[in-house]
């Protein structure tokens, strides 16, 4: 059988258990994203969701973060802009060289989650 995977519906995420609401304060408050409702039999589980580039980033809890390379990728626009207002937040970047057709960095949620922002060349 081939699998015909139609596109992508959510990415997920965690933060420490304790730290929910800092997480909130950072996706919600200095990126913005607006907070979408959680299925009432999931909220138990902590954590919460967020609406981003088109699909859901659910925002899971933890009670143990390991450092990772996995990470999601965002096609932006005015990616200088960007970098210079999660400067000026005090948010971690790491600068990458460019890809064939991106300039790109990456930063940093207070958790050590990575997200790369890409903007066409």
């Avoid at 907070?35 to 969701?49: R, V």
Wanted: glycine letters at 6%; one cysteine or more.
């Amino acid at each position: 059988m081939k699998i015909k995977f139609k596109r992508i519906d959510h990415l997920q995420i965690c933060v420490p258990r304790d730290r929910e609401a800092e997480a909130r304060q950072f996706y919600i408050h200095t990126l913005g994203l607006p907070e979408i409702p959680k299925p009432a039999d999931l909220l138990a589980n902590g954590g919460f969701w967020l609406k981003i580039a088109g699909i859901e980033l659910h925002i899971g809890v933890e009670d143990v973060i390991h450092p990772s390379k996995r990470h999601p990728a965002f096609v932006v626009e005015d990616l200088q802009g960007i970098r210079d207002f999660l400067q000026a937040q005090g948010v971690r970047v790491k600068d990458y060289n460019p890809l064939p057709l991106y300039h790109r960095f990456s930063f940093f949620d207070p958790f050590g989650n990575r997200i790369e922002l890409l903007e066409e060349r």
